[in-house]
């Protein structure tokens, strides 16, 4: 199958070629994406006979361990982590690798960055910024070709799920052909598709559905059907004994409702501190614009904020932001 390979990919490969010892790391409380990228990558640097240490600020969330090579990531030790060269992949900023992390990491001789969001801050020495990339993944597969690693099942199912889960299982806008066939060539070696979609999407645990029933019950339809938000505190959490697992894709289950442009979810991580995650479904509103005004980051249609403000104070806030962000697009 024939690729382009993106120029600033050549960058990274040098560096790859020219060191031996590496860590690869992704953003903390980490997606499909994330998980898979540090699989596939850790991997291949394995295949080239490096040294590698596959890291995380958080543990593997559970609905990825079924994913092979996913016991290999370890989280941050507190303390400096020895290595030649970071690589962090998925992970728009430096501090979302976490704070443990951060500090671990601090002394890395040479930080590659490899990544798809927009939003990027282009903290690495080597940046491979791709925002037209549908995944991490997406990049990770092309790298893996330039360097002629051989896909193994572990490395094709890493970057599969890595793709999977980013494009929301190939629904997304960024699904082009060419993703399709960088999936295609994946099931060609050794992706067990049945097997993966019902590990990704067919199961959840108890407590998350007894979270998605609070959002049910709570959710708040407003600008004429066009918003739809939902806030979870801390005390529900604790009810509920819920894993920030369990909490991770509630707003897809707002942002199915017909009519509905923009869903938040409104998270209190801890006293005073909230996660905000929003979609927009129309290309209209751009939802990492918003998330910007609160020094966040995402993608246009898929956002992410965090701020240290009492829940209803943050909460107010961003939807007047997201209501003005509608009006203005939709009238
Ligand atoms: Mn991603």
Redesign the pocket.
Known sequence: MMIDIPEALVSVADVIRSHERFVVIAHFRPDG?AIGSTIALGHALQAMGKQVRMLNEDPVPERYAFLQGSDEIGRTPRGPVDAEVVISV?NGAWKRLGDRSVVSLANAPLVVNID?HGSNECFGAVNCVLPDEA??GCILYKLIRLLEVPITPVIANALYAAIST?TGSFQYEKTTPEVMRMAGDLLSKGVNVMEMNRMLYQEVSWKSLMVTREVLNGMVLEEDGRLCWFSLDLETKGRLNASPDDVADLVDSIRVIRGVKVAAIFEEMEPGVIRVSMRSKDARVNVAKIAEEFHGGGHALAAGIRIRRPLAEARECVLQAIRVACRKALG
């Open positions: 994406d998925d798809h995944a991490t980013d």
